[in-house]
């Protein structure tokens, strides 16, 4: 099919169009889909420039098809008040990407008090997260989760409980033992994750798990979605084709929150995938400068940026995956959990979308990667699947 935008909106739809366009967009395997929306990323700014900065990010996700991005709290000063808020949004104006910032949960994320949940959500805060700080208290997650029911703005939480074994550095198993790295077990994922999942029920509110690793959560979301409405969950692409195997080498660029866990885990989210249970692709773009990973494995910040590869990850990754269902996972399912607009492809709606080429291969290099900071665990992979461009208040962007 062809598609004309006009005025920023889908004019027409048909087999075949011969009309006079400012731009034509004409490429082999062209695919369009609603624009891409990542729910759980950190741009550094304000605070933390070094890594990454609102522009430079953006053009991270520019480049991985995007044209929604989430922002997690984790600023200095954190986003806990209407003013971060709304700096987010005005510093993102004559961006290429939709800034959507998450206001935190507590204040300062320090887990102690609430913070300005109303005032954030009406400055534009999509949803409200301590980010990589999860919550530790089951009575103020609870008051939280109360909280937000009025005004109808999921909370996220990182299923981390903090108190289990927190010195460790990878998954608790074989190869930790082997490689003599202090581990930390699944259950410090799974016990936080059934926790919440309980106080959602409780409160009948709308919790999103996000960063999920192991079978055992795997199985807790599963039984609470029996009952829960209001539960979805989201997963990293490098998830889905990394395990504890692969952190052998002492690789850095491999630490990460929650860590890779063992093959059957891996591949247990990937049968969630399959069957439904996880409802959305994050990518953890958490970007760092080199200092903070070409140092000694203990000394190393966890993360790695993921916004220029999701896609292409999860498309290598499973590669009997329908294309239908990566793009409810990138697509619609965050449009419909965060209440975002639906960018629907139908003549007469706004033009929001990503165009793509799900089997272009392509090699992931330092220099094509537009991020500030360069801390891809796939640099030197072939991946299958590259963003072409969007379409965006009636531009078209290239990727």
């Given at each position: 099919?062809?598609?004309?935008v006009h005025n920023g909106r ?252 063992t093959q059957s885990d891996r ?133």
């Amino acid at each position: 099919m062809d598609l004309l935008v006009h005025n920023g909106r889908i004019d027409q739809i048909a087999p075949s169009l011969s009309l006079t366009a400012d731009k034509i967009i004409e490429a082999d395997d062209l695919h369009v889909s609603p624009g891409w929306v990542d729910i759980f990323a950190h741009f550094g700014e304000p605070g933390y420039e070094e890594k990454e900065t609102i522009e430079s990010g953006s053009k991270a996700a520019l480049a991985g098809g995007y044209t929604d991005v989430f922002l997690i709290p984790n600023n200095k000063p954190v986003t806990d008040d209407k003013s971060g808020v709304e700096y987010l949004k005005q510093s993102a104006r004559n961006n290429p990407v939709q800034i959507h910032p998450i206001g935190a949960i507590t204040k300062s994320t320090e887990g102690k008090e609430l913070a300005e949940l109303y005032d954030m959500h009406r400055s534009g805060a999509v949803a409200f997260s301590d980010g990589t700080k999860s919550i530790q208290a089951a009575g103020l997650l609870l008051k939280a989760l109360q909280y937000v029911k009025a005004i109808q703005a999921p909370i996220i939480q990182l299923p981390d409980d903090r108190s289990i074994q927190p010195q460790g550095l990878m998954h608790e198993g074989i190869t930790s033992t082997q490689i003599g790295l202090p581990g930390r077990p699944d259950i410090s994922e799974s016990i936080q994750a059934n926790r919440d999942i309980v106080l959602n029920k409780y409160t009948d509110s709308n919790l999103h798990l996000t960063g999920i690793s192991s079978a055992a959560t795997v199985d807790c979301i599963r039984n609470g979605k029996k009952e829960q409405a209001g539960l979805t969950c989201s997963v990293t692409a490098h998830h889905l084709m990394f395990s504890e195997e692969d952190m052998m080498g002492y690789n850095t660029l491999l630490k990460s929150n929650p860590p890779f866990r063992t093959q059957s885990d891996r591949q247990a989210l990937i049968q969630a995938i399959h069957d439904g249970v996880i409802d959305c692709l994050a990518s953890h773009h958490f970007p760092h400068e080199p200092d903070r990973k070409v140092c000694e494995f203990e000394q190393a910040s966890n993360g790695m940026i993921g916004l220029e590869t999701t896609f292409a990850i999860a498309r290598t990754a499973i590669p009997d995956l329908p294309l239908d269902k990566i793009i409810a996972l990138m697509a619609c399912n965050p449009r419909k959990i965060f209440a975002l607009p639906n960018a629907t492809i139908a003549s007469g709606e706004i033009a929001c979308l990503t165009l793509f080429d799900p089997n272009r291969e392509w090699l992931v290099e330092e220099s094509s990667l537009r991020s500030r900071s360069k801390n891809s665990p796939v640099l030197g992979k072939v991946l299958k699947g590259k963003a072409i461009g969007t379409v965006l208040h009636g531009n078209f962007q290239t990727a």
